[in-house]
C-alpha cells in the first residue's frame, strides 16, 4: 500500500529537520508520547497492520494541529516482520530523494539497529537515524540545538521531591500575604503579576521597584513597592 498523505509540504526533504517513522503495531499509543511537541518542521509517518489500526483521538489531534506533515502506511499482506521491512524501505526512499535531517525509528525492535549502523557506517552518504521507544525519546536523542530539545529535557528533569514541596509551600504562602496586602484596592486582581514581580533568586530590591514602575507606572509602581517594602515576610530573605 502506498504511503498516504494526510498533510505534506513540497518534498521529503523539503524544510523538514526531523523525520519520524513510527512501528505502531511495536510501539501502539505509548510510542506516540510526545506528539505534542511536534512543530511544522516534522515529517511524521505511521506505520500500521489491520490488527493494530487505533489510535487515541487526542494523539491523532495533537499531531495534525502541530502542522508537521502526517502520512500514514498501512501493510498489505501479513508476514514476519514485514512492517519492519516497510519503515527501512521507506527510510532509504526518502533519503534518496535527497532527506539529509535526522530520522528516528520509533519501534523496541532491535532489529533497526542494523539501519541505523548502516547509515552511520556502511553508505557513501551518511545519515544520522536514531532509535527510540517513543516520539519524545527520539527528538531528545536527535539532540537538535533547539528550544524543543531544551524545554524536553527541562520537563525530565529530576528534582528532589522535599526541596520541590518546600519552593512549593513558599510560593502559596508569598500569594497568600500578597491577597491580604492588596485586598480591596485596584490591584487585587493583579497579585499574580506581582508575585511574579519579586519572586526569583537575582531579583534585587531595585530590579523589583524598577519592575514595579515599568508594569504600573510611576505612581502605582511606587505604591506597590512600598506596600510590598513594608510587609517584608511576603518576600524572599526580606530583600525589599
Not at 15 to 32: H, K, R, S
Not at 121 to 129: D, E, F, I, T
Amino acid at each position: 500500500m502506498a504511503v498516504k498523505k494526510v498533510c505534506h509540504k513540497d518534498r521529503a526533504g523539503g524544510g523538514v529537520i526531523m523525520l519520524f517513522l513510527i512501528d505502531y503495531e511495536n510501539v501502539g499509543n505509548a510510542g506516540m508520547k510526545g506528539c505534542d511537541c511536534l512543530n511544522e518542521q516534522d515529517h511524521v509517518i505511521v506505520f500500521f497492520s489491520e490488527a493494530k489500526k487505533h489510535m487515541e483521538r487526542r494523539i491523532l489531534e495533537n499531531i495534525t494541529a502541530s502542522g508537521c506533515r502526517f502520512d500514514i502506511c498501512k501493510l498489505c499482506r501479513t508476514g514476519k516482520n514485514a512492517l519492519d521491512f516497510y519503515i527501512a524501505s521507506k527510510l532509504g526512499e526518502l533519503i534518496g530523494e535527497g532527506y539529509e535531517g535526522t530520522a528516528v525509528v520509533v519501534s523496541n525492535d532491535n532489529g533497526f539497529a542494523a539501519v541505523r549502523d548502516y547509515w552511520d557506517k556502511g553508505s557513501a552518504h551518511r545519515r544520522k537515524v536514531v532509535l527510540s521507544s517513543c516520539v519524545e525519546d527520539g527528538i531528545i536523542s536527535g539532540n537538535e540545538n533547539n528550544e524543543r530539545t531544551k524545554e524536553l529535557r527541562r520537563r525530565r528533569e529530576k528534582l528532589e521531591i522535599g526541596s520541590y514541596y518546600s519552593a512549593y509551600t513558599e510560593k502559596r504562602r508569598i500569594k497568600s500575604v500578597l491577597q491580604n496586602l492588596f485586598e480591596g484596592t485596584q490591584y487585587e486582581s493583579r497579585v499574580d503579576e506581582i508575585q511574579n514581580m519579586i519572586e526569583g533568586k537575582d531579583k534585587s530590591a531595585r530590579i523589583i521597584y524598577l519592575s514595579s514602575l515599568h508594569l504600573f507606572g510611576r505612581k502605582g509602581g511606587l505604591e506597590i513597592y512600598n506596600k510590598v517594602k513594608a510587609a517584608k515576610s511576603c518576600c524572599q530573605c526580606g530583600k525589599v
